[in-house]
């Protein structure tokens, strides 16, 4: 796949919506690997483990705990990157942070920090709270719209909005529509960090919904973005 990406502005302002919306399907397929794209309403658990040097940092799981990704620490190779995987260990891509600002992102392509398959960067957001601190934006070209369209047609969005104080939310945004939503685990975690005090080395359950014709590895790795930003789990 060529690189076809620029680098995102490092910040973009916006207000806070005042409402959360409720989960609604896109109005067409989206995608950065289209075999993951889902036909129907999936739930998954995101599960952090190991630490920098881990081949595992990450398990995502389905509802029956059957493992569908993995992810690897940032450390776990000479290459300072995470490097997602099927269920089988075969390579999907890479999530790799800009050294001077640790909360740029970039996917790429497996054994590359060139070929960027989409890109990341922090929102600015404003409401009645205050700044909304983990808020981003991924773009990336949307391997599944029709082959027709030109490149820069192609080439789509997302808005990540946080909510929440006590328990983060994550509403993945196209356009006015919410296609997934991250969330802490009440579930699935033993104990919650309830106070700002108690969140240091904090590394919660994470639930992930997904809308029908939406790529389930696109939602995972944006899933990734947030906590290792919100959680500090950058190990």
């Not at 700044?131 to 047609?153: C, H």
């Not at 579930?187 to 014709?213: C, D, I, Q, W």
Request: overall charge positive; some cysteine.
């Amino acid at each position: 796949m060529p690189a076809i990406y620029t680098e995102t502005k490092r910040f973009s302002y916006t207000k806070s919506p005042n409402y959360r919306r409720i989960l609604k399907a896109p109005d067409r397929p989206i995608a950065i690997r289209n075999e993951y794209v889902t036909e129907s309403k999936v739930s998954l658990i995101l599960r952090p483990l190991g630490d920098a040097q881990s081949q595992t940092a990450y398990r995502i799981e389905d509802e029956d705990g059957v493992t569908m990704f993995t992810v690897t620490g940032r450390k776990s190779s000479d290459r300072s990157c995470r490097e997602f995987r099927d269920a089988s260990g075969l390579p999907l891509f890479e999530l790799h942070r800009k050294m001077s600002f640790k909360n740029v992102w970039s996917v790429t392509l497996p054994g590359s920090s060139i070929s960027k398959i989409a890109t990341g960067a922090p929102r600015l957001i404003f409401s009645r709270g205050g700044s909304a601190y983990g808020s981003f934006n991924i773009t990336f070209k949307n391997v599944a719209a029709m082959e027709s369209k030109p490149d820069e047609e192609k080439r789509l969005t997302l808005n990540i909005e946080r909510h929440g104080n006590a328990l983060a939310l994550f509403d993945v945004v196209d356009g006015d529509r919410k296609v997934a939503e991250v969330r802490e685990s009440l579930a699935h975690n033993k104990k919650l960090a309830l106070f700002p005090e108690s969140r240091r080395g904090y590394r919660p359950v994470l639930e992930v919904m997904v809308t029908p014709g939406v790529d389930l590895s696109l939602i995972v790795a944006i899933a990734v973005m947030a906590s290792d930003w919100v959680f500090s789990a950058n190990y």
